[in-house]
């Protein structure tokens, strides 16, 4: 008998060493570091970072400056744009009032809001707007607003979110962040209040999240992160953003810590803010693999963790970018925030998950941006072409030669009007990737602007070739076609 106690307490004992995380050994905290640290030396990362494993919190820590020009470092107490990480916190407030009987999720759009176009806002559902199968323009397609007018919600929804369906409701995906607004403006019909208000009082208050919060830029607040840019010839303070009625609202204008997200995501396990029910909703995919607010993914055979459920969103915004990725069969949490936008964190989060399932994480690779940016300043696009040619021949695993690279330097020179250059590079990304349908999409963009119509038609059917999805080629195609 006490040999048969003794074998199961053994066996009890191994169980539990096996069951546990290899993330609850210090070794894990130290590679994460190491990682991160690799990141910030090679690739423009400067932010914070917080790794949850089985519910406990395994590391938190800063990178680089929160601010440049008085050296203040970057800590986990520092406060950052969520940029589309706030569309959680909308969807997870249409959901509490779902479960009151205020909204429904079939309901339609002009149900809501009177003033809306009934031609469109009578085809329009909730459930569409919060999974980005409305039709509704993006603010990408759509008018900008003149930032020198300071508009009411309601103003900036008849003005700027009011346009003409792209497709017919529910049968394509294309993120939408006219969508949100929008449920932000039906959110403060219904209840009487504001956004900002429901957000603290429903979510940030229970939850005790303290360092969240609705940024006002004109508020004097304390340990909010400045936002950097890289530009061609280097590191420059972020655009301002101009608070003319709150146009990031509900789709990107809360702020928040890493470790405020991390009572949201130990929360979301739970039934305190809405019925499981409606909750699992929110983490169910529709088209495209997106609920509503989240990105809900099965991880690839040769990733990491490979088969399990990843919960997951982006958020990007002057000067910032941020990534939040939760592993929910493990209760796994990473969350990355960057105040000088360069590094994939994408690919930071996927050596995270090597380490916290016990292989080597890739190691990182140099951003081509800032080396080839300064040779475009200096020398011009052939000089830069030149470059990347050499440096891929003779460093092949010191740089990042992927095609995000060349389509943010062809952005920029868009954006700088140097058209004939954007093309050059658009053209070397078409050669490095001839079946990518974005670097397609981008080079038609640059030809679109440069005024060669018969060019950015050909590009843009090339693009829709590789990628029938691409509701962008598809749209500014029918446009250029109709002219």
């Known amino acids: 008998m006490k040999k048969l106690v003794f074998c199961v307490l053994l066996i009890t004992l191994l169980w539990q060493m096996s069951s546990a995380s290899a993330a609850d050994t210090p070794d894990n905290a130290v590679k994460i570091d190491k990682l991160m640290s690799q990141y910030a030396d ?27 020009e008085w050296n203040i470092p970057n800590t986990p107490e520092v406060k950052f744009r969520l940029a589309s990480l706030t569309k959680q916190f909308t ?66 929804v008849k003005k700027f979110c009011s346009g003409d369906l792209q497709f017919e409701p529910g049968t394509k995906y294309r993120y939408d962040n006219n969508g949100y607004f ?6 403060e019909h219904v209840t009487g209040k504001t956004y900002e208000v429901l957000v603290k009082e429903n979510i940030f208050v229970p939850l005790g999240m303290t360092d969240s919060g609705y940024e006002h830029l004109a508020d004097i607040l304390a340990k909010r992160a400045s936002g950097y840019e890289q530009d061609l010839a280097g590191v420059v303070n972020a655009t301002p953003l101009l608070d003319t009625g709150g146009q990031r609202y509900a789709a990107g204008a809360l702020y928040s810590t890493v470790e405020d997200l991390y009572k949201w995501d130990q929360a979301l396990y739970t039934d305190k803010l809405v019925p499981n ?39 990007g915004i002057n000067g910032f970018n941020a990534f939040e990725q939760r592993l929910v069969e493990d209760h796994d949490l990473i969350v990355i925030f960057n105040n000088t936008p360069g590094a994939d964190l994408r690919e930071m989060a996927k050596g995270i998950r090597a380490i916290l399932y016990g292989s080597e994480p890739a190691v990182p690779k140099h951003w081509l941006v800032p080396v080839l940016g300064e040779t475009l300043v200096n020398r011009g696009a052939d000089a830069a072409v030149a470059q990347y040619r050499e440096l891929k021949r003779t460093k092949p695993q010191g740089f990042s030669f992927d095609e995000r690279a060349l389509n943010q330097l062809g952005n920029m020179l868009l954006e700088k009007s140097r058209n004939a250059d954007a093309i050059a590079i658009f053209k ?5 990737y001839p079946k990518s349908g974005n670097v397609y999409d981008r080079l038609a963009e640059a030809y679109a602007k440069d005024g060669q119509k018969q060019q950015a038609i050909t590009n843009y059917r090339k693009s829709l070739e590789f990628d029938p999805k691409n509701l962008n080629a598809e749209i500014k195609l029918k446009e250029l076609e109709q002219k």
């Open 91 to 156: 969807s997870m407030l249409i959901m509490q009032q779902v479960a009151k009987g205020t909204i429904k999720l079939d309901g339609h759009l002009s149900d809501y809001l009177s003033y809306y176009r009934q031609d469109t806002g009578s085809k329009v559902t909730i459930s569409q707007l919060l999974s980005h199968t409305s039709g509704i323009p993006d603010y990408t397609d759509a008018p900008k607003p003149d930032l020198r007018i300071h508009y009411s919600v309601d103003d900036l």
């Open 428 to 432: 070397l990304n078409v050669e490095e």
């Open 42 to 68: 090679c690739c423009s990362f400067t932010g914070t970072v917080l790794v949850s494993d089985h519910d406990k919190v395994i590391f938190k820590k800063g990178y680089g400056l929160a601010n440049r």
């Open 182 to 187: 929008l449920l932000g403006a039906i959110l």
């Open 277 to 315: 029910d409606l909750k699992q909703k929110l983490f169910t995919p529709n088209l495209q693999y997106y609920g509503y607010g989240w990105a809900i993914r099965s991880i690839p055979a040769d990733e990491p963790g490979a088969g399990r459920t990843i919960i997951q969103h982006l958020g």
